[in-house]
């Protein structure tokens, strides 16, 4: 399974950004898909993540109410729109995905997730 993250750059506060994630590979069934970031000199935290059968979502309190992440089934694809975007959501942003085994209470970290992609940088700076 290869994850392929897009949709970062440079951005002003206050705006929104749209980002993508396209899995492909072999048969793709995961439990769970999701996003992490690591800003410079700080650990990889957890962002957001979605159950992909449901539906049901999860989100960091640093960004609950500004971004929302949904996904979409045909395509292969998990989204993060990040809306009233800060200086301090500046990092790299990694796409996540579970072999089809992630319980729920593990969904928030990242050594349990079993596919990574790489980074797509967000800044946010005026």
């Known amino acids: 399974v290869q994850l392929q993250a897009s949709g970062g750059g440079l951005v002003q506060p206050g705006d929104s950004r749209r980002l993508s994630c396209a899995a492909s590979?072999?048969?793709?069934?995961?439990?769970?898909m999701g996003w992490f970031r690591q800003a410079p000199g700080k650990d990889r935290d957890y962002v957001a993540s979605i159950n992909w059968s449901a539906g049901h979502t999860a989100y960091a309190d640093s960004v609950k109410g500004r971004f929302t992440i949904s996904r979409d089934k045909v395509r292969n694809t998990v989204y993060l729109q990040m809306n009233s975007l800060r200086p301090e959501d500046t990092a790299p942003y990694y796409c996540?995905?579970?072999?089809?085994?992630?319980?729920?209470?593990?969904?928030?970290?990242?050594?349990?997730?079993?596919?990574w992609g790489l980074g797509t940088l967000v800044t946010v700076s005026s």
């Open positions: 996540v995905a579970d072999n089809g085994r992630l319980i729920y209470s593990s969904q928030y970290y990242a050594s349990r997730y079993d596919y």
């Open positions: 590979g072999r048969t793709f069934s995961p439990r769970f």
